[in-house]
């Protein structure tokens, strides 16, 4: 399975909710999450890691045929044990790694298409031309993760809908805070998948400023878990104990009790003649 992440306007935490889905993936499934931001990769200087293996290394693997299995030889693992295949952190090198990497004959596609494999591609910001599209043109699902603030939405609303007909399904997810779940849903007309409470200290744990025996789990990985088990149709693991958190509901969809008792998270959407479809049941995550 592959799932593409991006954002289209600012930093709403692309690369830490692609660590936090990983992390919470069932764990049965074959996990790895893959640098392909077009503007350059974070995690070798956020957990000081080796520039090599990564995507360069990959890339130029790949520039010759090769069986789809080599993409293990470059992934590194990080504390906790999600394996990453970084990107470098300059953006010439990153979009040179992707001119091979996004190819239709890419060892990342052929990984991804394995049983008990889930790929997770960040591919950063994607601005109109991005080479990351490729990625999305070829992703099972597509989370589109947007901060809510006025300017933030107003870059969301006009690329939403062709990036949704890129994708074979298209999920929206709100992050941190600004305007309200529902005004979002209402005024974009978009259904939200879910959303990424403000939560600084989880959060440490995938940015590499993990606060010193600090280890509550928090609502990131309270809703990462809920949507992975969305995803995935599995049960999902909290990679740490849970605490309270509340996720708004879109508008129509039942509000669970508290957060303390589940989560409520939308079902996938798929995109069609430029509007937003719920494509299965929802499903509510219980501690």
């Known amino acids: 399975m592959l799932i593409a992440l991006a954002s289209v306007k600012g930093s709403p935490g ?14 049965e499934v074959r996990r790895v999450v893959v640098e392909c931001d077009p503007a350059g990769g974070d995690l070798v200087q956020r ?3 080796a520039a090599s293996p990564g995507l360069l290394s990959l890339a130029a693997a790949a520039r010759q045929p090769v069986d789809p299995d080599v993409v293990w030889s470059h992934v590194q693992r990080l504390p906790g044990g999600v394996q990453v295949i970084a990107g470098p952190p300059g953006g010439h090198q990153a979009r040179a790694a992707l001119s091979t990497l996004t190819s239709a004959a890419s060892p990342l596609y052929g990984t991804a298409r394995r049983p008990a494999v889930a790929m997770f591609a960040d591919c950063g910001r994607l601005d109109p031309g991005s080479p990351a599209e490729a990625v999305i043109r070829h992703a099972d699902v597509l989370l589109l993760i947007s901060g809510t603030y006025s300017d933030e939405l107003a870059h969301l609303a ?3 809908h062709d990036l949704g007909r ?6 929206l997810v ?3 805070r600004g305007h309200a779940t529902h005004e979002v849903a209402r005024e974009l007309g978009i259904p939200v998948m879910a959303r990424i409470p403000h939560d600084p200290t989880a959060a440490g744990r995938y940015t590499g400023r993990a606060a010193p025996g600090r280890r509550r789990a928090g609502g990131l990985a309270r809703v990462a878990t ?3 088990e969305a995803l995935s ?3 999902a693991r909290e990679p740490s104990p849970p605490s309270p958190s509340v996720v708004q509901q879109a508008p129509g969809v039942p509000a669970q009790p508290t ?5 409520r998270v939308l079902p996938p959407t798929a995109l069609h003649n430029g509007h937003l479809h719920s494509t299965a049941p929802g499903k509510d995550v219980r501690p």
């Open 259 to 263: 957060a303390a008792s589940g989560v």
């Open 158 to 160: 006009t690329r939403v």
């Open 174 to 176: 709100l992050a941190g």
């Open 233 to 235: 149709g599995e049960p």
């Open 166 to 171: 890129t994708a074979a399904r298209a999920c």
């Open 14 to 27: 692309v690369t830490t909710f692609a660590l936090a889905l990983a992390a919470s993936w069932p764990t």
């Open 47 to 49: 957990f000081g890691m």
């Open 226 to 228: 809920a949507v992975a």
